[in-house]
T-cell receptor, first 112, second 111 residues
Framework: GENVEQHPSTLSVQEGDSAVIKCTYSDSASNYFPWYKQELGKGPQLIIDIRSNVGEKKDQRIAVTLNKTAKHFSLHITETQPEDSAVYFCAASINTGNQFYFGTGTSLTVIP | DTAVSQTPKYLVTQMGNDKSIKCEQNLGHDTMYWYKQDSKKFLKIMFSYNNKELIINETVPNRFSPKSPDKAHLNLHINSLELGDSAVYFC??????????FGPGTRLLVL
């Protein structure tokens, strides 16, 4: 089955700096890669996703890049703000179906 | 609001009790899920269900059983609760070609 590894497990950045979270996957059949943000006391919320037919996707201050050859994808947050502090999860799946695997999470702290 | 909702938000109970957690989605999604999140924040799939198929993670004890009265609801029933069942339980739903949408979670504490 798929194995999704996520690094780092914790990340602290100064407000205004960029944050990068990286994930690798093992199953070359995976073609859908979402990222979730989980704030304290809440459920994971989908913030951005990318499919295997594109290499990069942006939405305001967040972007995701995908390298299919190397089987890794990354979340980039620019101009970080304190409200970006949360746990971020990557995931890899085949067609958003039952074969859907989460990474182990990254706890991001943005220091004001 | 269109969303995935769960009740209760908090559940404190004694070992050995039986409890249920309810989940409803008004998104028109055809598949619903239950996840368990432990203290280390790992998200572990327990069940996925649509009107055709129930898929059970083989590591889930048979004390846990999903019940779906209709397409918009997937409840989780737990028999003979144990201390190790303490965790946050999330319901989620999805439709083909969309990511999973999660509910707010139910924080279960077994004493």
């Amino acid at each position: 089955g798929e194995n999704v590894e996520q690094h780092p497990s914790t990340l602290s950045v100064q407000e205004g700096d960029s944050a990068v979270i990286k994930c690798t996957y093992s199953d070359s059949a995976s073609n859908y890669f979402p990222w979730y943000k989980q704030e304290l006391g809440k459920g994971p919320q989908l913030i951005i996703d990318i499919r295997s037919n594109v290499g990069e996707k942006k939405d305001q201050r967040i972007a995701v890049t995908l390298n299919k050859t190397a089987k890794h994808f990354s979340l980039h947050i620019t101009e970080t703000q304190p409200e970006d502090s949360a746990v971020y999860f990557c995931a890899a799946s085949i067609n958003t179906g039952n074969q859907f695997y989460f990474g182990t999470g990254t706890s991001l702290t943005v220091i004001p | 609001d269109t969303a995935v909702s769960q009740t209760p938000k908090y559940l404190v109970t004694q070992m050995g009790n039986d409890k249920s957690i309810k989940c409803e989605q008004n998104l028109g999604h055809d598949t619903m899920y239950w996840y368990k999140q432990d203290s280390k924040k790992f998200l572990k799939i327990m069940f996925s269900y649509n009107n055709k198929e129930l898929i059970i993670n083989e590591t889930v004890p048979n004390r846990f059983s999903p019940k779906s009265p209709d397409k918009a609801h997937l409840n989780l029933h737990i028999n003979s609760l144990e201390l190790g069942d303490s965790a946050v339980y999330f319901c989620a739903s999805s439709q083909a070609l969309t990511g999973r949408q999660f509910g707010p979670g139910t924080r279960l504490l077994v004493l």
